[in-house]
């Protein structure tokens, strides 16, 4: 069960690189967005990362699309001593990595370029997925692991990674196993070796988003044994869009066996001046029974989380959709329940 919000202590503090993968639909990108926010406090810096193509941090922040560069995009929380961090935001894509692997490994400048053009970085990065997750997951890594040395980069506190769903994130960060029948040696297999160093150390937690349903959750309970299995780091797990709790056990137990007062309802809507013709009652007695029977569900979902072994935090569903200022009233949850220090 999701540990009680009065407890602050951090669960991960050791951990610079938080990838958050999820089943599609589950609203990992979300929750990613959500943990770079509770994680930019105290003044901390924070990179959110994604890597799928699909511009979703630029959307869920509002701002223009992303180039292949990194932009400050918000202020983190405040910490209990009103400092705020600051999150910054990169879209990663495999030809701008390639190109810039190119340029730092090969010093192909405007060789590269011209690669580009006659569509020879398009070409091998599909060919190829798995030297395409190798790039992708060094620049990660590169931004995760810099220091003095790099003058005129920004050093980072925390990275956030918006992961591939959970159905590849294995083979996605296993990038030595996806590279072994192309690259033996050289630059690309040494680049491979250290990313799998981070990848598989205590600086590293993989965290897994589902909801309260049968698939998502069995797809999580395979993930994290999948992860286990190949020496990656299993995080927590975020449980996410969870329905408020709108009836005690009693009035659920009655409205799931039909036996809510009928009377009652009808009374209380009378009360409030709403007029109760045209099978209203009926209708918010059907709707009651469907809420006890989706909690029911819910309930025996949210057991077998607790099962799996790993720190669970839940965030609500939000009636008015996620907005910026939804984020940070999820950041604040993550926060609360020790996600982030």
């Known amino acids: 069960m999701p540990r009680k919000q009065s407890d602050p202590t951090p669960d991960w503090p050791g951990v ?4 958050v993968t999820g089943k599609g639909g589950t609203g990992k990108s979300t929750v990613a967005a959500a943990l770079a926010l509770a994680l930019a406090s105290h003044g901390k810096n924070v990179l959110l990362c994604e890597v799928e193509g699909r511009q979703g941090i630029a959307r869920m922040f509002d701002v223009d699309p ?5 932009r400050r995009i918000a202020t983190g929380l405040r910490g209990p001593d009103g400092s705020p961090g600051v999150v910054h935001a990169l879209h990663i894509d495999p030809e701008s990595a390639l190109l810039e692997y190119l340029s730092m490994y090969y010093k192909l400048g405007r060789a ?3 690669l580009d053009r006659f569509g020879v970085i398009e070409f091998a990065t599909t060919i190829a997925p798995g030297v395409r997750d190798v790039l992708l997951t060094g620049k990660v890594f590169e931004a995760a692991e810099r220091n003095s040395r ?12 918006d992961a591939p769903p959970t159905g590849r994130i294995t083979q996605f960060l296993n990038v030595n196993k996806e590279l072994a029948g192309l690259a033996k040696v050289g630059p690309i297999k040494s680049q491979a070796d250290h990313v799998m160093t981070l990848f598989r150390s205590p600086r590293t937690a993989v965290h897994l988003v589902t909801v309260l349903e049968e698939m998502p959750v069995q797809e999580t309970a395979d993930g994290i044994e999948d992860l286990r299995r190949n020496q990656l780091p299993v995080g ?5 869009l969870v329905r408020p709790r709108d009836l005690d056990a009693d009035d659920l137990a009655a409205a799931g066996a039909g036996t809510l007062d009928r009377a009652a309802v009808q009374a209380d809507l009378q009360a409030a001046g709403v007029d109760d013709g045209n099978g ?9 029974r469907d809420h006890a029977e989706r909690r029911t569900l819910e309930d025996a979902q949210r057991r077998l989380v607790a099962g799996l ?14 907005d910026l200022g939804a984020l940070y009233e999820l950041a604040a949850a993550l926060k609360q329940q020790g996600l982030s220090s």
Not at 66 to 70: A, F, G, N, T, W
Not at 151 to 158: G, L, P, S, T
């Open 309 to 322: 072994g790993v720190p669970s935090y839940e965030l609500p569903r939000l009636a008015g959709g996620v």
């Open 112 to 114: 590269g370029r011209a």
């Open 236 to 240: 927590g797990v975020v449980v996410n």
């Open 66 to 70: 992303l180039p292949y560069e990194e």
């Open 280 to 288: 209203l009652v009926d209708g918010l007695l059907a709707e009651a």
């Open 16 to 19: 610079r690189l938080h990838v």
């Open 150 to 161: 790099n003058k005129n980069a920004i050093r980072y506190d925390a990275i956030v990674l």
